[in-house]
């Protein structure tokens, strides 16, 4: 292909200019010689600005050239959706303050969330009851996840760290006594999710990072650096596709990262302010996002890039949280004006609006099975939705 | 230096975007079609969408027994 070509030709000169210059730079220099090679790192600095510009020219033209239709233009032949009918059929009470995060257990009906009050607690959604409480050392609890076998649990927040509680069944016995402290992040942990076992955790921070770690050790297997600000949001991509996973930024980037090797395979930039939520669609080939610009958008990752935007102009509040129904066909998405709007993937029109919450929803999570999904708030409550 | 650390970092930059300028795409079109496939594909399977019937749903009121 002529990209390849050219750009090989530039970075053989590029690194060829980069080795004279090391060399200069190892002898013992005088001053007039320093001021030299000042300038003449500027002139290489100046030479790497504009290949990187020219680079990007590049990535978006080719992305162009692809771009041949709309993905609701293909869909136009498709049946439309009908009317929805969703209501809240359970009401989680019992945190004290704003509800930060949630997520579900593989068995359908239990509930981790947690809390800005430093709560931590499991549920049963069928019953309502509270199985678990936690109490964490820390306030703003921002993310929490359940172990895939169910017997545990993690989370963290503006402790920096990402803590694991295996869930006993004994109701009496201390949670608070059996915390494993597995991560450590210099700022605020944002998001966690464990891999496919309960062996692995995958974390993002305000650090700007993302990681991998082993339960068991607490040893960081790999790190995750491309961000250029904090990274809010993480999602892994399902089973059967492969060793990926997707992070969303402050830096309005939503970049898609190999777990082996540490590298980002692709970049996604066209939203206008930060990504808060991030979710792969169910077939694994592609992703939504949610942003406090006000949109979700659907980035299919073998066209390598953006193929749907879900906005309405009555729509001024960002997006905190989004999820797919089983079949992808619909997209949900918690906003901070207190609803839900429901999307038609395929379409890109709106096909219901939720109230019920008198708050921001903060988080949203269709269950394993697709039975419901379930939304927490700053209202300090957790709805279920069917 | 700060010079030199800066020409390391845009030297990474260069290598990323030469990585992502390299990797192969496909057309939008069929990469919608796809995606439009495997919705329609799993249509049925979905109960959000297809609206499970109440007796089937954990989540719905269940028909109250009364006594007779």
């Known amino acids: ?386 | 230096m700060s010079g030199s650390s800066n020409i390391v970092a845009m030297k990474k930059v260069v290598l990323q975007l030469r990585l992502e300028a390299g990797i192969n795409r496909v057309k939008v079109s069929q990469a919608a079609a796809d995606l439009q496939q495997f919705c329609l594909q799993h249509a049925q399977h979905d109960p959000l969408l297809t609206g499970m019937s109440t007796s089937n749903n954990p989540f719905r009121p269940q028909k109250v027994c009364s006594f007779l």
């Open chain 1, 1 to 386: 292909m002529v990209v390849c070509c050219c750009l090989g030709r530039t970075a053989t000169w590029v690194s060829y200019q980069l080795k004279i210059h090391a060399q200069k730079y190892m002898r013992s220099p005088l001053i007039p010689e320093m001021a030299t090679q000042e300038v003449q790192l500027n002139e290489t600095l100046a030479h790497l600005k504009s290949e990187s510009e020219s680079l990007k020219s590049k990535l978006e033209e080719e992305r162009a050239k692809l771009h041949d239709v709309e993905l609701h233009q293909v869909a136009e032949k498709v049946e439309g959706l009908g009317q929805f009918v969703m209501k809240t059929r359970r009401t989680l009470k019992g945190h004290g303050n704003k509800v930060l995060c949630m997520d579900w257990c593989k068995d359908k009906r239990r509930i981790v969330s947690s809390s800005q009050d430093g709560k931590v607690i499991v549920w049963d959604a069928f019953t309502t009851n509270k199985e678990h409480a936690v109490t964490m050392p820390c306030t703003w609890v921002m993310a929490c996840a359940y172990a895939p076998s169910g017997c545990a649990v993690a989370c963290g927040g503006l402790d920096n760290k990402c803590s694991v509680y295996p869930l006993s069944l004994d109701k009496n016995e201390n949670l608070a006594a059996k915390k494993k402290s597995v991560a450590m992040h210099t700022n605020y942990l944002s998001a966690c999710s464990f891999t496919n076992s309960d062996m692995q955790i995958l974390t993002s921070s305000g650090d700007g990072t993302c990681a991998l770690w082993d339960v068991e050790s607490g040893q960081l297997l790999q790190s995750f650096h491309g961000h250029a600000a904090d990274v809010l949001c993480l999602d892994l991509a399902p089973s059967e596709t492969g060793n990926t996973f997707v992070s969303g930024g402050c830096d309005k980037k939503a970049n898609v990262w190999d777990m082996r090797s540490g590298q980002c395979i692709q970049s996604f930039e066209t939203h206008e302010s930060d990504i808060n939520s991030v979710r792969y669609y169910p077939s694994g080939d592609a992703f939504a996002s949610g942003s406090d610009d006000a949109t979700c958008r659907l980035y299919d990752l073998r066209a390598d890039r953006e193929v749907a935007i879900y906005s309405k102009e009555s729509i001024i509040f960002g997006v905190s949280s989004v999820d797919f129904s089983l079949s992808g066909r619909l997209l949900f998405g918690g906003y901070n004006d207190y609803t839900i709007n429901v999307w038609d993937v395929l379409k890109g029109t709106r096909v219901s609006i939720l109230f019920g919450h008198e708050n921001r929803v903060s988080t949203l999570r269709v269950s394993p099975d697709g039975t419901a999904f379930s939304t927490g708030s700053w209202d300090h409550t957790l709805r279920i939705w069917a």
